[in-house]
């Protein structure tokens, strides 16, 4: 709970995604060439608007993702609390991860789809698709963009849980707890 909510707390902060190089979103690998041809074209700044958006939106989503993680491990049984206790040091975000991802999916998707309408995104997305469709010769592509921010945005809570896991099992200083204390202060 405590490296879910660290997590979800940095990366729902404003620049939480974007100034984060280990999470920032950037083109999607299918729409690398587009952000290439609009660059020489001299429309960076379109490729440049879509990549803030969509950090904005992924910002924006995880102000709503931590309740549903914290819904997922108050479904941890015992058994589960204990093997995670005695695993490898992300193993509460690898349990999360197989017992809860797909749901946290069918969840947030819609957050970030609405994200993506609140700040523009796939207004932008549009124009920077329609000034690329207008150079000759190009093949058209145009990924799903919300499904892509959604993936882009669980790899990152994943990836932050982990670390403040990985904190949290290795540093006195984050037990925050006296009952994280007890758990892993004889680590």
């Keep these: 709970t405590i490296g ?14 974007y100034k984060d190089p280990l999470v920032k ?9 587009v952000s290439t041809n609009l660059n020489k074209i001299g429309l960076a700044y379109l490729v440049d608007s879509v990549v803030v958006s969509m950090n904005r939106a992924a910002e924006n989503a995880c102000v709503q993702v931590a309740p549903v993680f914290l819904g997922a491990i108050k479904q941890i049984s015992f058994q589960e609390a204990v093997g ?3 695993g490898s040091e992300n193993a509460a975000t690898e349990y999360l991860k197989t017992k809860a991802s797909d749901s946290i999916k069918i969840i947030i998707e819609p957050i970030i789809e609405n994200s993506l ?3 523009k995104t796939v207004e932008l997305w549009n124009t920077v698709f329609k000034a690329y469709n207008k150079i000759p010769f190009v093949q058209k592509v145009n990924p799903n963009l919300s499904q892509y921010v959604t993936e882009k945005t ?3 809570v994943f990836s932050k849980i982990a670390l403040e896991e990985k904190t949290i099992r290795t ?7 006296s009952i994280l204390k007890s758990v892993f202060g004889g680590k």
Excluded: Y
Aim: net charge positive; hydrophobic share 40%.
């Design 4 to 17: 879910v909510n660290k997590a979800t707390q940095k990366l729902s902060a404003v620049d939480g995604f």
């Design 84 to 86: 995670i206790l005695k």
């Design 117 to 119: 309408k609140q700040t």
């Design 154 to 156: 669980l790899q990152a």
């Design 171 to 177: 540093n006195s200083a984050a037990q925050t707890s």
């Design 25 to 33: 979103i950037s083109m999607p690998p299918e729409a690398e060439l």
